[in-house]
Each structure stands twice: as structure tokens, then as C-alpha cells.
């Protein structure tokens, strides 16, 4: 049995953290899917759902920009610096990095009042003019959120760094409850506004769930700026990098934006509905890995260049391959799996209420163009951590900036010829070049590693995901084409079937050919040892 109590311990290996922040983010990616459903049922992919999508652009480029450049970059590498020399020095910096960033957000959140009318204008053009105030409206109340959000990840990243990741794992779970508490309840008094007040509580949420575990580590605010100057100095000279990046990738976000308001009614809910589909095995399989990994990466680089050993860039190659080799061996499955059944997957999370045939087609296929991307995505996110933890920023960089040059144009040119599933492939090609880029970088930076493991990954991958997709999926589609019904009970016993097909094709790979070994998802010194209480040798 595996004892409640070991979820809230520091996780000493990287497959016990990763299985911890699964099982977590699993529940909070259904809460996502609830929430999507009920806005999708409500609201249909229409403007008023354009609305609520496009009032978020804003406060998340300025988050990315301001304070997520400098949790995803810097925090952890100079964090496993810090922890050696001692928490009070810790807090100081910590406390420091909480009254700089509401104080940066808080002037933001003070422009962005001001000026709203006249950012909706460059944001969507498109937008009649009531739905220009509307979001301008919606925009100004959201400013609230990437403030309460900044604290609260930095809350989340601390704890993190002290290998404790199940109460930031479940900071998501209570965003997400918030929303759906805005959507079934304030929505009923205020409309789409009640939506925007449920983000709001949401993230309120998230930041007061993680405070009980950051005091009970001892922590105190006391800001300590002049004393925490030099190592500021050098997360923010991180960070900088890491900030045109992501104005990069924000500046692409922004564009979709900009596109699908010239295109019909319910494009970017098309686009943001069919990409929050293909996030989530990422969020649950891939980024647990990652955000488990990284601590560890950050402290094994750390380690090595204090005492200038190659044992520990050994220890830091190693925890590398098996990461990325982890990630790939199950993204490809399910990359395959969800492109296959993608029309099934769209009908049973967004198919209800006001979302008609019409819009769960176009999701679906752009959710399938997602698809192509998605083995990449997963691994381009660990690559740039593993950057990140050896303290280089600027390749990442570089990279974003070729691909977003590449990208804009295309975005432009899909869109308008081909509308969302266009700009859906263009963004999955953008992340396909984006990795292979990185990923040689990273190979030669570490001194021409082969990395085998990530091969052998891709190789099983492939098998694993044609066994899981396509005889289910084949029978799925033969199934519907003789029954030609379109009734609940029909479409459950098609998927039934499909399962079933599937299930059993997946039980041959890994038990009769034994394509994969599952004791290579998690060895022993992880899950195993989660579930007997021991700890690793």
C-alpha cells in the first residue's frame, strides 16, 4: 500500500516526483476537462467564448514576460545554490522576489487600466465594438490574476526545489475549481463576467492551498533586497534571455489572436479548446517528468561546477536520457492514439449543450494537426529545461527567435487559406523544428552524447502507439459507418468496442511481444520503493 504520508515527504529520485505529480495533475486535468465542457456547453464556440479566451492573452504575456522567464530559468539553478548557504539567506531572497514582482505586475496591472481600449484595438481587430468593451472590461478585472499567480508559483517553485511537490501539484486542482465555480454559479447572475470573477477565486485558490507548507518550512517575509542584491542580479541577467523568449512565444500567441478575429465567429475557441485537448497527456505524462527532473538536473549541474567533477555531469547525462527517454517512449503512444480517435475525444469532452456538429469537427481537426507536434512539444519543454539548469539561456533563445520568424508568416498564410486546423499544423511544424534544433545544441554542449535510450524510446514509441491506435481505431470507424447512429447509446457501445480492440492489442505489445518493459517507466529506486515506504540506495 502506498502510505498517504509519503506524498507530502521530499521525493528523493526523479521517478518518485514525477509519479507523485502525475497522479495529482491527473485529477486537476479532469477538473480541465470539466471546465472546458461546461464552457463549451454554455457558450458554444462562438464570440462570447472568443471573448474569455482573448481576455487572458494579455495578463499571461505580461506573467510570462515578468515572472515565469525567471521561475522557469533562473529560480531553480540559483535556488540549489542558496538552499546550501542556508534558508535564511533563502527567505530574504524569496521574500524579496514577492514584493519586486507584485510591485512590476501591480504598475502593469495600473497601465493596462488606462490604456485597455486601445490594446483590445491591436489585440482583436476584428471584434465588433461592443465586444471590443466587453473585452476591454474583462481584460481590466483579469490584471488581478498574474499578480495572485506570481506568488503563488513562486511559492510552488520553493517547494519544489525542497523536493516537495504533491501541495504544489494540487495548487492547479483549486484554480481550476474556482473557474468551474464562476461557470455553474456566477455565470448565472453575470454572464460571461461571473466566468471572469471565478478565474479570479481560482487563483486566489492556488496561492492560499500552497502558504501552510511554505511556513511550515520556516519561512518569514522579510524582504532583504540590498543583501540579496548580487544573487538578483544574476537571476534576473538569467532571465533576460529567457524574457525575449518568451515575448516571442507570447508574441505568437497575441498573433493567433490577431488572425482569428478575422476569421469567422468561434475560431480561436476552435483553436484554444482543440490545444487545451493536446496539453493535457502533456501536462499529465510529460511535464510531470519534467518538473520532477529539473531539481534534480539543477543540483547535479550545480554540484559539478563547485567541485569540478566529471561524476556529477555523468549523474546529470544520465538523469537526462532517461527523462527524455521516458517522455518519448509514452507521447508517441498517445500522440497517435489522439489523432486516431480525435473526433471520439472532441464529442466526449466538448460535445454538450451549445457546441454543435459543426464546432466539434473543426476542433477535431485541428486537434489533430496538434497531434504531430506533440512528441515533439513534450520533449522541445524538457530540453529547455535542461538548458535552464545548466544556466544557458541564450540558446533556447536563438531557437524561438528562428522558429517565430518562420512561424508568423505561416500563421498568417494557413489561417487565412486553410482557418484554425492551418494555424494548428503550423504551430505543431514550428515545435518539430524548434526541438530537433535543441536537441543537437544539447547533445554536442554535453560532448556528443549518442543518447541511445532517447532511440531506443522513439523505436518502442512507434510499435507501442500503432498497437494502442490502430486496430481500435479501425474498428471504431467500421462500427459507426454500419450502425449510422447518432444517439448516446450507440456512440458508447462504438467506444466500447474501440476500447475493447484496443486494450487487447495493447495487452499483446507489452505482454505476449513485450515491446515495452513498464518496469522502464519507473524503477525500482521510484515507484516501487513509493509503495513499500523505503528509500533508495
Same mark, same amino acid.
Given at each position: 500500500m502506498i502510505s498517504i504520508a509519503k506524498f507530502f515527504e521530499p521525493s528523493p529520485t526523479v521517478e518518485r516526483g514525477a509519479f507523485i505529480i502525475a497522479v495529482v495533475t491527473a485529477f486537476g486535468s479532469a477538473l480541465g476537462i470539466v471546465k472546458n465542457t461546461l464552457l463549451g456547453a454554455q457558450f458554444g464556440a462562438g464570440a462570447e467564448l472568443d471573448l474569455y479566451f482573448a481576455a487572458f492573452r494579455i495578463p499571461d504575456f505580461l506573467y510570462n514576460i515578468f515572472i515565469f522567464s525567471t521561475l522557469s530559468s533562473s529560480f531553480l539553478p540559483i535556488f540549489s545554490r542558496l538552499i546550501i548557504q542556508g534558508k535564511e539567506k533563502l527567505w530574504g531572497v524569496l521574500s524579496s522576489l514577492i514584493l519586486i514582482f507584485t510591485v512590476v505586475l501591480g504598475i502593469c496591472g495600473l497601465v493596462v487600466l488606462v490604456f485597455s481600449h486601445e490594446i483590445v484595438g491591436i489585440l482583436a481587430p476584428g471584434f465588433s465594438s461592443v465586444n471590443a468593451d466587453r473585452l476591454s472590461l474583462f481584460l481590466r478585472v483579469l490584471m488581478i490574476q498574474p499578480i495572485l499567480l506570481a506568488v503563488s508559483n513562486l511559492i510552488a517553485m520553493t517547494l519544489q526545489g525542497f523536493k516537495r511537490f504533491f501541495i504544489s501539484s494540487c495548487a492547479p486542482i483549486f484554480y481550476n475549481a474556482g473557474i468551474i465555480i464562476g461557470i455553474l454559479v456566477f455565470s448565472q447572475w453575470w454572464g460571461m463576467m461571473g466566468v471572469i470573477f471565478g478565474v479570479?477565486?481560482?487563483?486566489?485558490?492556488? +496561492? $492560499?492551498? *500552497?502558504?501552510?507548507?511554505?511556513?511550515k518550512l520556516g519561512f518569514s517575509f522579510r524582504p532583504a533586497i540590498q543583501g540579496s542584491l548580487p544573487h538578483l542580479k544574476e537571476m534576473f541577467l538569467l532571465m533576460i534571455p529567457r524574457s525575449f523568449a518568451l515575448v516571442a512565444n507570447s508574441f505568437l500567441s497575441l498573433w493567433v489572436v490577431m488572425v482569428s478575429s478575422l476569421l469567422i465567429p468561434g475560431s480561436l475557441s476552435v483553436f484554444d479548446l482543440a490545444n487545451s485537448i493536446q496539453a493535457l497527456p502533456q501536462t499529465i505524462f510529460a511535464l510531470s517528468f519534467i518538473t520532477a527532473s529539473f531539481p534534480f538536473l539543477s543540483s547535479a549541474w550545480a #554540484? @559539478?561546477?563547485?567541485?569540478?567533477?566529471? @561524476?556529477?555531469?555523468?549523474?546529470?547525462? &544520465? $538523469?537526462?536520457?532517461?527523462? !527524455?527517454?521516458?517522455?518519448? !517512449?509514452? !507521447?508517441?503512444?498517445? #500522440? !497517435?492514439?489522439? #489523432?486516431?480517435?480525435? %473526433?471520439?475525444v472532441v464529442r466526449m469532452m466538448l460535445g454538450y449543450g451549445n457546441f454543435s456538429v459543426d464546432d466539434q469537427s473543426q476542433t477535431s481537426l485541428a486537434l489533430v494537426?496538434?497531434?504531430?507536434?506533440? %512528441?515533439?512539444?513534450? +520533449?522541445?519543454?524538457? $530540453?529547455?529545461?535542461?538548458?535552464f539548469a545548466m544556466k544557458n539561456t541564450k540558446i533556447p533563445l536563438y531557437s524561438v527567435l528562428i522558429t517565430s520568424a518562420l512561424m508568423i508568416p505561416g500563421i498568417w498564410l494557413s489561417g487565412v487559406r486553410f482557418g484554425v486546423w492551418g494555424i494548428a499544423l503550423v504551430m505543431s511544424c514550428g515545435a518539430i523544428l524548434n526541438t530537433i534544433y535543441l536537441f543537437f545544441i544539447f547533445k554536442r554542449i554535453l560532448g556528443g552524447v549518442a543518447f541511445p535510450m532517447v532511440r531506443e524510446g522513439m523505436k518502442k514509441g512507434f510499435i507501442l502507439g500503432s498497437f494502442a491506435a490502430f486496430p481500435g481505431g479501425v474498428a471504431y470507424y467500421i462500427i459507426h459507418a454500419m450502425l449510422k447512429g447518432a444517439t448516446s447509446w450507440i456512440f458508447i457501445f462504438e467506444l466500447m468496442i474501440a476500447a475493447l480492440v484496443s486494450c487487447v492489442s495493447v495487452f499483446? #505489445?507489452?505482454?505476449?511481444?513485450?515491446?515495452?518493459?513498464? &518496469?522502464?517507466?519507473?524503477?525500482? *529506486?521510484g515507484l516501487n520503493d513509493l509503495e513499500n515506504g523505503s528509500e533508495p540506495h
Amino acid at each position: 500500500m502506498i502510505s498517504i504520508a509519503k506524498f507530502f515527504e521530499p521525493s528523493p529520485t526523479v521517478e518518485r516526483g514525477a509519479f507523485i505529480i502525475a497522479v495529482v495533475t491527473a485529477f486537476g486535468s479532469a477538473l480541465g476537462i470539466v471546465k472546458n465542457t461546461l464552457l463549451g456547453a454554455q457558450f458554444g464556440a462562438g464570440a462570447e467564448l472568443d471573448l474569455y479566451f482573448a481576455a487572458f492573452r494579455i495578463p499571461d504575456f505580461l506573467y510570462n514576460i515578468f515572472i515565469f522567464s525567471t521561475l522557469s530559468s533562473s529560480f531553480l539553478p540559483i535556488f540549489s545554490r542558496l538552499i546550501i548557504q542556508g534558508k535564511e539567506k533563502l527567505w530574504g531572497v524569496l521574500s524579496s522576489l514577492i514584493l519586486i514582482f507584485t510591485v512590476v505586475l501591480g504598475i502593469c496591472g495600473l497601465v493596462v487600466l488606462v490604456f485597455s481600449h486601445e490594446i483590445v484595438g491591436i489585440l482583436a481587430p476584428g471584434f465588433s465594438s461592443v465586444n471590443a468593451d466587453r473585452l476591454s472590461l474583462f481584460l481590466r478585472v483579469l490584471m488581478i490574476q498574474p499578480i495572485l499567480l506570481a506568488v503563488s508559483n513562486l511559492i510552488a517553485m520553493t517547494l519544489q526545489g525542497f523536493k516537495r511537490f504533491f501541495i504544489s501539484s494540487c495548487a492547479p486542482i483549486f484554480y481550476n475549481a474556482g473557474i468551474i465555480i464562476g461557470i455553474l454559479v456566477f455565470s448565472q447572475w453575470w454572464g460571461m463576467m461571473g466566468v471572469i470573477f471565478g478565474v479570479i477565486c481560482g487563483a486566489l485558490f492556488h +496561492l $492560499l492551498i *500552497q502558504l501552510p507548507s511554505l511556513w511550515k518550512l520556516g519561512f518569514s517575509f522579510r524582504p532583504a533586497i540590498q543583501g540579496s542584491l548580487p544573487h538578483l542580479k544574476e537571476m534576473f541577467l538569467l532571465m533576460i534571455p529567457r524574457s525575449f523568449a518568451l515575448v516571442a512565444n507570447s508574441f505568437l500567441s497575441l498573433w493567433v489572436v490577431m488572425v482569428s478575429s478575422l476569421l469567422i465567429p468561434g475560431s480561436l475557441s476552435v483553436f484554444d479548446l482543440a490545444n487545451s485537448i493536446q496539453a493535457l497527456p502533456q501536462t499529465i505524462f510529460a511535464l510531470s517528468f519534467i518538473t520532477a527532473s529539473f531539481p534534480f538536473l539543477s543540483s547535479a549541474w550545480a #554540484a @559539478g561546477e563547485s567541485q569540478d567533477g566529471q @561524476g556529477e555531469k555523468k549523474v546529470f547525462i &544520465r $538523469l537526462a536520457e532517461q527523462t !527524455m527517454h521516458h517522455i518519448i !517512449m509514452v !507521447m508517441i503512444p498517445v #500522440a !497517435m492514439v489522439l #489523432a486516431v480517435f480525435a %473526433p471520439v475525444v472532441v464529442r466526449m469532452m466538448l460535445g454538450y449543450g451549445n457546441f454543435s456538429v459543426d464546432d466539434q469537427s473543426q476542433t477535431s481537426l485541428a486537434l489533430v494537426m496538434f497531434c504531430i507536434g506533440i %512528441p515533439f512539444q513534450a +520533449l522541445l519543454m524538457f $530540453l529547455v529545461r535542461g538548458f535552464f539548469a545548466m544556466k544557458n539561456t541564450k540558446i533556447p533563445l536563438y531557437s524561438v527567435l528562428i522558429t517565430s520568424a518562420l512561424m508568423i508568416p505561416g500563421i498568417w498564410l494557413s489561417g487565412v487559406r486553410f482557418g484554425v486546423w492551418g494555424i494548428a499544423l503550423v504551430m505543431s511544424c514550428g515545435a518539430i523544428l524548434n526541438t530537433i534544433y535543441l536537441f543537437f545544441i544539447f547533445k554536442r554542449i554535453l560532448g556528443g552524447v549518442a543518447f541511445p535510450m532517447v532511440r531506443e524510446g522513439m523505436k518502442k514509441g512507434f510499435i507501442l502507439g500503432s498497437f494502442a491506435a490502430f486496430p481500435g481505431g479501425v474498428a471504431y470507424y467500421i462500427i459507426h459507418a454500419m450502425l449510422k447512429g447518432a444517439t448516446s447509446w450507440i456512440f458508447i457501445f462504438e467506444l466500447m468496442i474501440a476500447a475493447l480492440v484496443s486494450c487487447v492489442s495493447v495487452f499483446v #505489445a507489452l505482454y505476449v511481444i513485450k515491446v515495452v518493459d513498464l &518496469r522502464e517507466l519507473f524503477k525500482k *529506486q521510484g515507484l516501487n520503493d513509493l509503495e513499500n515506504g523505503s528509500e533508495p540506495h
